[in-house]
């Protein structure tokens, strides 16, 4: 199952404009997204963790290439926590509206705590490389003024220009934004506005998510980096450094099957699915061959405290010889 993040970063509940389009996107995404599951974060109600001067400290040790160590290490847990939370879904639905011309507070301080090197981005010789890829996000907001391009207010608008920086920062390119606006100023224009985004919200949901969703599933430490391609090759294998050369480069390694004198590399001959496991950065990888007769379930994790990395293989036979 794919899985849907739904980020609340709005405490009005039903009474938010915000919130009533995503419930009409919401209702159409799940009568079109049976493979999906939709997880709901509401950040007005999360205890985040703190950015202490020990984990400020333990950021700057990853900035300079180093491993975290003794407390920094232990201090950072919760953080990588919500970091893999955050890479376990497939796509983003960001429900949010304009606070003094940018984002609420919390939504900024979740930002603050997820976006860390070499987790989601890190630094390589041409620039900074975001590691969240080819993963979608729509965002959905309301604005009491108006704040469109063409209006006299746009260059006050710092919401959508940071949502899309920072996103993009990290990797997520595709960003859609639907935007009620303006909420405060008329009633009656109030009302054909509300409805013209929770139209658009409708549309959007029978496809947005659908449409160009290939993966690279990525399991790390932090020290340690394996990132999958759509063909479960591993594409890039960083360590001890996240970011240096990668030890895959120019080419990705391969991974094969012998069945009964017959070899295959895993390519487009197979039906090959990949996500993670619910809640995890483990992945949770299924690879079928009807010529071969062979299914393969593989689970791959990195873990957090030591560079080791597993590999967890279940292969089912699916022909009736023996």
Do not use: C
């Amino acid at each position: 199952m794919n899985k849907l993040l739904h980020i609340i970063a709005t405490p009005r509940g039903e009474d938010s404009a915000t919130l009533q389009i995503s419930s009409v996107f919401l209702e159409e995404f799940k009568k079109t997204h049976n493979d999906w599951v939709i997880e709901h974060l509401d950040l007005t109600k999360e205890q985040l963790p703190s950015l202490t001067t020990k984990r400020v400290d333990g950021k700057y040790v990853l900035l300079g290439g180093k491993e975290l160590y003794g407390d920094l290490k232990e201090s950072w847990q919760e953080i990588i926590e919500r970091i893999e939370h955050f890479q376990s879904a497939d796509g983003y639905l960001l429900s949010t509206p304009m606070w003094n011309f940018n984002i609420p507070y919390f939504l900024k301080h979740y930002i603050d705590i997820i976006v860390q090197p070499r987790y989601l981005f890190h630094y390589t010789p041409s620039g900074v490389e975001g590691l969240v890829k080819n993963k979608k996000m729509l965002v959905i907001a309301s604005r009491g003024g108006d704040y469109t391009t063409t209006g006299p207010a746009s260059a006050s608008d710092m919401q959508e220009p940071y949502l899309r920086l920072i996103f993009g920062f990290i990797g997520i390119k595709d960003i859609k934004f639907i935007i009620a606006q303006p909420m405060d100023i008329d009633i009656e224009n109030r009302k054909v506005k509300l409805q013209e985004a929770k139209n658009h919200a409708a549309e959007d949901a029978k496809d947005f998510f659908r449409l160009n969703m290939p993966r690279d599933i990525p399991v790390s430490n932090g020290n340690l980096y394996i990132a999958f391609d759509k063909y479960y090759r591993i594409a890039e294998f960083f360590f001890p450094h996240v970011g240096h050369e990668s030890h895959t480069s120019p080419n990705p390694f391969h991974f094969g099957v012998w069945v009964n004198g017959v070899f295959s590399w895993i390519d487009q001959s197979w039906q090959i699915s990949m996500k993670y496991l619910d809640d995890t950065l483990a992945t949770d990888v299924l690879l079928v061959n009807a010529d071969l007769k062979i299914k393969i379930a593989i689970n791959d994790i990195v873990d957090f405290h030591e560079n080791v990395y597993l590999k967890k293989l279940v292969v089912e036979n699916l022909s009736d010889e023996k």
